[in-house]
């Protein structure tokens, strides 16, 4: 708050936890607003969406669009392999937090 911020960005993992201590409220009623963005809970889904929230917010709409294209272009290394390639899967499990919440192991 002593830094006056215009907005409070805040990752959608950390929702309940800013909602237990009544942050949002708190901020709210010195007018600074809470805007969540998820890069790890759905990041496939997600990530593009909150880029172009925080270019928005920021006044760099075209940066985040930047950045959307890189990642873009990034992914497609390795998914247009695999697509030409079209390889046997493996079964594999993978989560980045096992046991951390009940959704899990």
């Keep these: 708050i002593a830094l006056q911020p215009d907005v409070m960005i805040m990752n959608i ?3 309940q ?5 009544q942050y949002i409220e708190k ?17 496939f889904t997600n990530t ?3 880029m172009r929230l925080i270019g ?3 006044g760099q ?3 985040a669009e930047a950045f ?6 990034q992914i497609a290394r390795v998914t247009d392999v695999i697509a030409d390639k079209n ?19």
Excluded at 17 to 21: K, N, S
Excluded at 27 to 43: M, T
């Design 13 to 15: 993992e950390s929702k």
């Design 68 to 73: 959307i294209a890189y990642r873009a272009a």
């Design 17 to 21: 936890a800013t909602e237990d201590a």
């Design 61 to 63: 709409e075209q940066r």
């Design 56 to 58: 928005k917010l920021l």
């Design 87 to 105: 390889p046997k899967r493996p079964t594999v499990f993978i989560d980045r937090a096992g046991g951390y919440s009940d959704d899990c192991c």
């Design 27 to 43: 901020l709210a009623a010195v007018g600074i607003p809470v805007v969540y963005v998820d890069f790890r809970e759905q990041p």
């Design 48 to 50: 593009e969406p909150s």
